[in-house]
């Protein structure tokens, strides 16, 4: 009996002393959050930390990586070029959502490349540029179906931009556990997807040149030599003034020739904008500082 005893008391200290270095960090900050926060981190390809990832979190505008690696594929499987020309016409571009796109070209009636339109959606997050995308390869269940068949799942993808404008509970049927969208995102990285780089390096670089949410991951890059790929997902505040979630995932290249990815998915906060933005950018500064000190 009292073998068993040590036995256990040991293997409960190979536990405790085998816990990431980074967790009580970043459980702190997440004890802190009036949210439900999920995180993912993927150090060098290989090394995970998780934390609440059992959870669904609304991916909102992240989604538009995922559908980013479709176009790629649906461009891959029709002998397609990045620029490929796609007609826009003015009732491609609603109003009342967000579309740099638009506030360009009001009157449509242009064309733009897939490159042009991915670049639209990539870096500016913009909605109808979007669901341009969605109609030409088929919509969201197809781009589901793709991300499925790379060996992702615990996600979904169903609902347009236009249809989560229309309903805001259209914005829980788009939604991924965090380890899920970084799984996904760190194998763009590594450049170990399945698609012809011609594509893959196309979107890779376009995510290091993401202008949105800059002070959520890539806060505390600023002034470094650290670069980040990244993609944002923003919502509007449900009926009880919760920000349904705000989001940040991307992969940071080092100057020393680490990477990590890192996904924050919160959900519900019931913070300012602002304060839900510090909670993803405390996140992303523990791991930048641990990182590049080489605590890890």
Known sequence: M??????????????????????????????????????????DGKDTLTFHNDERYPLMSVMKYHQALAVAHYLEQNDLSLSTPIRIEKEDLLPNTYSPLRDKYPEGNISLSVGELLTYTLQQSDNNACDILFKIIGGPN?????????GVDSFALTATEDEMHRSLTKCYDNWSTPLAVA????RLADGALPIDTMYTNF???????????????????????????????TSDQNERGEWIAINDAGFIL?????????????????????????????????????LSAGHI
């Open 203 to 233: 979107i890779r670089e376009t995510l290091l040149g993401c202008q949105t949410g800059q002070e959520r991951l890539p806060a505390p890059l600023r002034d470094t030599q650290a670069r980040i790929g990244h993609k944002t997902g």
């Open 142 to 150: 197809v781009a589901d179906q793709y991300i499925r068949s790379l």
């Open 254 to 290: 080092l100057p020393n020739g680490r990477r990590y990815t890192i996904v924050a998915l919160v959900k519900h906060s019931k913070l300012s904008f602002q304060e839900t933005e510090k909670i993803i950018a405390g996140i992303s500064t523990i791991v930048y500082k641990e």
């Open 183 to 186: 799984s996904l995102m760190d």
């Open 2 to 43: 009292r073998f068993l005893f040590f036995s256990l008391f040991l293997l409960v200290g190979w536990f405790v002393k085998a816990e990431h270095p980074m967790a009580n960090q970043i459980r702190q900050v997440l004890q802190e959050a009036d949210a439900e926060v999920g995180v993912a981190i993927i150090i």
